[in-house]
């Protein structure tokens, strides 16, 4: 798990000196190498975290002790972490977005928003805030939620996707609601999306299309 996290930040297994574990171990509060191999073996550790703590202290010229620092670096999320990092359904963070990591055993680490009002009424344990953000240039795409209010017409649904489709962004999922003698829709689209430059783009090329009221983020 820890190689296949190092491959994927470009830093070869065998790079790893022993003086840059013994200076991890010592941040950890671990005894050694083998002890922080082991907690990420029974789901205590990420392989991903530790493997980026590996690259920082390869980063600063290498083996030089990391114990001293007042707060460790946050974990920065570079969209490559694959199934090691989820994302919270609840909140549907993107990036440029404040973000918060909670880490739970043998579930990885959850990302949420630091407004995400589940997070907020869940119980938490400080030990399983984890803090983190995002690198400077994330790959890939991310779920984002848009509500809608629209006026109730023939074709409006295309016209939408159309729009959505130009702004570069693909649509995951669409639901409608249509109270009985109403003659507005309240509709959800799934979309992935960059980063919330890319989402306000895309809203705003919703906002264009008259027979829409209203346009808002969701997050749930």
């Known amino acids: 798990m820890l190689e296949q996290a190092l491959a994927s ?5 065998e790079s790893i000196t022993w003086e840059r574990w013994e200076a991890l171990a010592r941040e950890y509060g671990a005894k050694g190498r083998l002890d922080i191999l082991a907690d990420i073996g029974v789901g205590k550790r990420l392989s991903f975290v530790v493997a980026q703590a590996l690259t920082r202290a390869a980063n600063r010229g290498g083996d ?15 969209g490559v972490e ?81 729009e959505i489709a130009d702004a570069g962004a693909n649509i995951e999922y669409v639901s ?16 992935q999306v960059r980063d919330r430059k890319h989402l306000a783009n895309v809203m705003r090329a919703l906002r264009r299309i008259s027979e829409v009221k209203r346009v808002q983020r969701a997050r749930t």
């Open 82 to 162: 694959g199934v090691a990092i989820q994302y919270g359904k609840c909140c549907r963070p993107i990036p440029g977005d404040a973000i918060v990591g909670q880490f739970r055993r043998s579930q990885g680490l959850m990302v949420h928003t630091r407004d995400c009002q589940s997070l907020r009424k869940g119980r938490v344990d400080t030990d399983q805030i984890v803090d983190v953000e995002w690198a400077p240039e994330v790959i890939g795409v991310f779920e984002a939620g848009i509500r809608l209010l629209v006026s109730d017409q023939r074709g409006l649904l295309a016209r939408l996707a159309t």
């Open 176 to 191: 409608m609601e249509r109270p009985d003698g109403d003659s507005v829709v309240a509709m959800f689209f799934s979309v």
């Open 9 to 13: 930040l470009k830093m070869p297994a």
């Open 64 to 78: 030089e002790p990391v114990a001293h620092a007042t707060k460790p670096a946050a974990l920065q999320l570079r």
